[in-house]
């Protein structure tokens, strides 16, 4: 159930970035120090990035975050800046239209993380069944959200 609550997540996102496809910009090749992307996330038009947020996603390569953004085949988190800074370049995006209560956003790389940490093999860790089901109930609410725009 973890597996799957986070596969809708990244599907929505996937979505959104199909749906408001914009283009990185900057240079695919490139990379950047965890402070330059913090500064850049903390610059992003989008009302619902908090300083948590920044923090968490600071730590994607750029490259992924491009490669999230024109082939929407990476992971959770990298979908997730990507999401981000398309919804920067576009003032139709579902992102500009819902408050950061609605969103919660620092929410989706938890769930990232706890369906990794509970997900795997070698952590050898069990999931809690009652954050299971409350990341599930997340999960299914958060895209919910997005029903009028799909």
């Avoid at 330059?36 to 994607?60: C, F, K, N, P």
């Avoid at 609605?102 to 093999?121: C, S």
Wanted: a negative charge; glycine letters at 6%.
């Amino acid at each position: 159930l973890m597996t799957e609550s986070a596969s809708l997540i990244e599907a929505v996102l996937k979505w959104l970035l199909e749906e408001w496809p914009a283009e990185p910009c900057w240079p695919k090749n490139g990379n950047w120090s965890r402070d330059d992307a913090l500064t850049e996330l903390r610059s992003l038009s989008v009302m619902a990035i908090d300083d948590e947020v920044a923090r968490i996603l600071a730590g994607q390569a750029r490259r992924s975050v491009a490669n999230a953004m024109t082939n929407r085949d990476q992971p959770l988190k990298a979908l997730l800046a990507g999401v981000l800074f398309s919804a920067n370049a576009r003032e139709d995006h579902p992102f500009h239209r819902l408050s950061p209560g609605q969103l919660q956003l620092a929410q989706l790389p938890k769930l990232a993380d706890y369906r990794n940490k509970v997900g795997g093999h070698a952590s050898g860790e069990r999931p809690d069944k009652n954050n299971v089901l409350e990341y599930s109930k997340f999960a299914v609410q958060w895209m919910a959200q997005f029903e009028g725009w799909y």
